[in-house]
Antibody, heavy 115, light 107 residues
Framework: EVQLVESGGGLIQPGGSLRLSCAAS????????LTWVRQAPGKGLEWVSL???????YYADSVKGRFTISRDSSKNTLYLQMNSLRVEDTAVYYC?????????WGQGTLVTVSS | EIVMTQSPATLSVSPGERATLSCRAG??????LAWYQQNPGQAPRLLIY???TRATGIPARFSGSGSGTEFTLTISSLQSEDFAVYYC?????????FGQGTRLEIK
């Protein structure tokens, strides 16, 4: 059974850093496209970042240069390193499987950026 | 960036009736469009991709149509579990973008 489980969210001050994890089961992260999507409280969905099965990475302009997507095949886990966090980065962060559209999603982890 | 505009923002429909949700793209996205359903406190669920192909396990009462800039999600004979928020998403151009959502509520 395919499962994605996020962790690592929490309360962080503006300018701080946080690393989100997404543990995958039922498939291998290295053989799949994986994406981060976020949702600010009470708002819609925003695509954040994508890692190709071949390792290429893509970012939304709003996070480019601050966020880094990566994966660890030994742990079958996807990561999102978030630096220089801003108040507007406050959101539930979901990991999802897919390149263009997403058939499996995690339950999400809440990141709150506030002083 | 392609702006996706969904209408209406809120749709009130009675159980058993048909619901029609619209999504308009700011420029052509061909058939590279997906629909998702999201219930409160839950992750989105993929319903439709390629504008009209139902995802695995999605009931036949959900159907998608359209191409280019105009798309429709139709839910025939609404069930209680269908009352949720629906999002369209284009994947023809970077960055991938979602609509703002349509809330489907019980009338």
């Amino acid at each position: 059974e395919v499962q994605l489980v996020e962790s690592g969210g929490g309360l962080i001050q503006p300018g701080g850093s946080l690393r989100l994890s997404c543990a995958a089961s039922g498939f291998t992260v290295n053989s799949n496209y994986l994406t981060w999507v976020r949702q600010a409280p009470g708002k819609g969905l925003e695509w954040v970042s994508l890692i190709y099965s071949g390792g290429d990475t893509y970012y939304a302009d709003s996070v480019k240069g601050r966020f880094t997507i990566s994966r660890d095949s030994s742990k079958n886990t996807l990561y999102l390193q978030m630096n220089s966090l801003r108040v507007e980065d406050t959101a539930v962060y979901y990991c999802a499987r897919g390149r263009w559209n997403y058939d499996y999603w995690g339950q999400g982890t809440l990141v709150t950026v506030s002083s | 960036e392609i702006v996706m505009t969904q209408s209406p923002a809120t749709l009130s429909v009675s159980p058993g009736e048909r619901a029609t949700l619209s999504c308009r793209a700011g420029q052509s996205v061909l058939s590279n469009l997906a629909w998702y359903q999201q219930n409160p406190g839950q992750a989105p669920r993929l319903l439709i991709y390629g504008a009209s192909t139902r995802a695995t396990g999605i009931p036949a009462r959900f159907s998608g149509s359209g191409s280019g800039t105009e798309f429709t999600l139709t839910i025939s004979s609404l069930q209680s579990e269908d009352f949720a928020v629906y999002y369209c998403q284009q994947y023809n151009n970077w960055p991938l973008t979602f609509g703002q959502g349509t809330r489907l509520e019980i009338k």
